[in-house]
């Protein structure tokens, strides 16, 4: 009875105590914008592949391996502890022995996990210790961070071994005494062996201190984990579950801006006000309380791994971003921030903010957009949203973009491009082949089947103007019934949009979107993986609903009908290497169209050591294209084309514009013209084909 009052007591203060600390994180969760979860079909199947068979943290397979055994262990071994909590609170031993066989197993796989776990946890920290592991440190890293590691992971250390004595010394009392064992413990059954000279007495009181040491230091673990990076215990499932179900590419359209924008464009346009958005006070987010409770409940469940940061190319080459800090800083902040909100309401101001105060308009302005933080997080945190919009901030409320982004912004709005170039000059990469206009054909009552989307780096980029010639030689030798929009085209607003201008995007998006209604559009192909994604994936949340392909899938369905055949010896012999464009790759997860088409191609074909989902950036994106890299060790773009060097290939073979300006250039920067050319993938079968 005694171990049952106390037993109650440790529980009652445990619970008491953990409530009062989640309390505290969750009741800023009110302060926070809303977004309703939708899909939850998909969130369910997330949930169970990210976090229930740990996908995402065999990325790297070996210490993958150790943490999903961890985690894995951790699911058995809640089973035993829950039989605890019942076992304290009735004064019974092993009350759920009458599960029979299940019971058994459970406690057997429990008895292996421990020891897993225990070894686990001895590899974890001389990886910390003693290997000083690169990932686990870094600007954002303080001391505090390392011992809040080391300490967890020794609670859990010693939480196996009393688990592993606890269920040894059962079996030596249960033999000494015998007693039916209940479970199985084929691991405990084998240290039975180290305690022979043990009494009956003594086997009791060590299964008891075990017993205690286990279940309270479970209790004190729970406190701790509230306020420590292990709070991901609690936090990581569930964060899957509201994580971003959408293709990495997508980014959710700013309501609130749609009705401006429609405004603009049409000022007598009418809206249904219950349906339309609530106003807001700001566009983007300056401070905390202007993110929406996804974007904080990420900050609560970043475990700190510093995964993100390891594969994010401007941390890689020097600069100052890194994603980790940017979910700690968000985590921080609030809770800086929150007690105020609490006391105050939204009105409280401490004078700081997260944009500035935390994060600095460099380390904002050096991302890529490329989204290689959210595929490496093992828990499927999204980086990049806090990063946009804190950027869309930046942009909209404060004019305070990059001065080139501020000319590219304007000559987007100018001449629908983000080049200095007349609209009117968008057909000259044209000039001597057959190119069908959308606008003649529907003159003649004609509907093409495809709209061939040239996007502004094809029309105006000279090294670009070439594949784009290239690829409609590709559609006229196919025999594609196709059209262009020619001078109706205009920019579709991508790097805009991940430039933080929204306002901008949107209005591109809308004309754009009119335009091509206009003409019953129903299939795109384009060469550029940007306007692929955004066409594809954005465009729809303005009424633009088109079936895109980019012109890789274009080709690789050529092939695979049989309407293509590449005969040629023209490359045979010669090394190629693929660099993988991130809004095609990471973004839409296309990696195998490109692949196939070179396989198609006789050649020989080396990969980089990063390459499909692992493939660095090439530097271009978010904006980086039209601007002065911030500063670093090196520019992406040189990193990249070293990695491509490597592989001793003679052809970087690319499929997006941005990419082919980086790699040209870092061919360049690198004094290899000579020895090596940069092709896109159009120009390779194009030349094959001999067109
Ligand atoms: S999107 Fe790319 S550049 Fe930006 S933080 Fe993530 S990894 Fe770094
Ligand atoms: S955001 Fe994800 S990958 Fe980055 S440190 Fe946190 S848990 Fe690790």
């Keep these: 009875m005694i171990k049952q009052i106390v037993f109650l007591v440790a529980l009652l203060i445990t619970l008491g105590v953990f409530t009062f600390s989640i309390q505290r994180y969750f009741k800023y969760f009110k302060f926070t914008k809303r977004k309703p979860l939708k899909n939850i079909g998909k969130r369910l199947w997330n949930t169970l592949d990210v976090a229930g068979f740990q996908v995402k943290i065999f990325r790297r397979p070996v210490i993958g391996l150790v943490h999903a055994l961890v985690f894995w262990g951790f699911m058995i071994i809640l089973f035993g502890s829950i039989e605890m909590v019942v076992d304290g ?151 899957v579950f509201v994580s971003k179900v959408e293709p990495l590419g997508y980014i959710e359209n700013m309501d609130n801006i749609t009705k401006e924008v429609k405004v603009m464009l049409d000022p007598n346009a009418t809206f249904d006000e219950n349906t339309e958005e609530e106003t807001v006070e700001r566009f983007g987010a300056l401070d905390v309380d202007d993110l929406n409770w996804v974007n904080y409940f990420n900050s609560l469940a970043c475990t700190e791994c510093g995964r993100c940061t390891s594969v994010c190319p401007a941390n890689i080459t020097g600069k100052l971003l890194s994603p980790r800090k940017v979910m700690m800083n968000t985590r921080a902040r609030m809770k800086e921030k929150g007690p105020g909100l609490v006391k105050e309401g939204k009105e409280f101001d401490d004078g700081k903010h997260l944009v500035m105060d935390y994060l600095t308009e460099e380390e904002l302005w050096a991302c890529t957009m490329c989204n290689a933080c959210a595929q490496e997080c093992p828990i499927n945190i999204n980086q990049p949203s806090i990063i946009l919009e804190a950027r869309r901030y930046l942009v909209m409320e404060e004019s305070k ?159 695979d009908e049989g309407k293509l055949t590449i005969n040629s010896d023209k490359f045979a012999g010669q090394k190629i290497t693929y660099h993988d464009p991130c809004y095609l790759g990471r973004g839409n997860g296309e990696y195998d169209a490109p692949r196939d088409i070179l396989k198609a191609i006789p050649s020989v074909k080396v990969e980089m050591e990063k390459n499909r989902s692992f493939a660095m950036c090439c530097g271009a994106g978010g904006g980086q294209m039209f601007k002065e890299a911030e500063k670093g060790d090196k520019e992406v773009f040189i990193e990249r084309t070293e990695q491509a060097l490597e592989t001793g290939a003679s052809i970087i073979c690319t499929s997006c514009p941005f990419c082919m300006t980086m790699m040209t250039d870092g061919i360049k920067y690198k004094n290899k013209e000579e020895e090596v050319k940069n092709y896109d993938i159009a120009e390779l079968v194009s030349i094959s084909l001999g067109l």
Aim: glycine letters at 6%; proline letters at 3%; one cysteine or more.
């Design 89 to 239: 609170l009735s004064g019974h031993e092993k009350v759920f022995s009458v599960l029979g066989v299940v019971y058994s197993s459970l406690m057997a796989f429990g008895d292996v996990f421990a020891l897993i776990i225990l070894v686990a946890m001895i590899i974890f920290l001389a990886r910390r210790l003693i290997l000083h592991v690169k990932r686990f440190s870094g600007v954002e890293m303080k001391p505090v961070s390392e011992y809040d590691a080391v300490l967890a992971l020794t609670i859990i250390f010693v939480l196996m071994v009393s688990l592993l004595g606890m269920n040894t010394f059962y079996l030596k009392w249960a033999a000494l005494t015998g007693t039916q064992v209940e479970g199985l413990y084929p691991i405990s059954h084998y240290l039975v062996g180290l305690f022979s000279s043990m009494t009956v007495e003594q086997a009791w009181m060590w299964y008891q201190i075990n017993w205690w040491t286990h279940i309270l230091l479970i209790f004190i673990f729970a406190n701790i984990l509230p306020y420590s990076k292990h709070f991901h215990v609690f936090m990581s499932v569930p964060n």
């Design 401 to 559: 973009a990059p001065a080139e982004l501020n000319t590219m912004f304007a000559n987007i709005e100018n001449n629908g491009a983000p080049w200095q170039f007349a609209q009117d000059d968008r057909m000259l990469w044209a000039e001597g082949l057959e190119v069908p206009l959308m606008a003649d054909k529907f003159a003649n009552n004609e509907k093409p089947e495809y709209l061939f989307w040239v996007g502004s780096a094809g029309a105006i980029d000279d090294r670009y103007k070439k594949v784009i010639r290239e690829f409609v030689k590709i559609l006229n030798y196919l025999k594609v019934d196709y059209a262009v929009l020619g001078t109706e085209e205009s920019d579709s607003g991508d790097v805009a949009r991940r430039a933080g201008n929204e306002m901008l995007y949107q209005m591109q998006a809308m004309t754009n979107i009119e335009v091509m209604n206009g003409y019953e559009v129903n299939k795109i192909v384009t060469c550029d993986p940007h306007d692929f994604n955004t066409m594809k994936n954005e465009y729809c949340d303005l009424g633009g609903n088109y079936e895109v392909q980019h012109h890789t899938q274009f080709l690789q369905k050529a092939i």
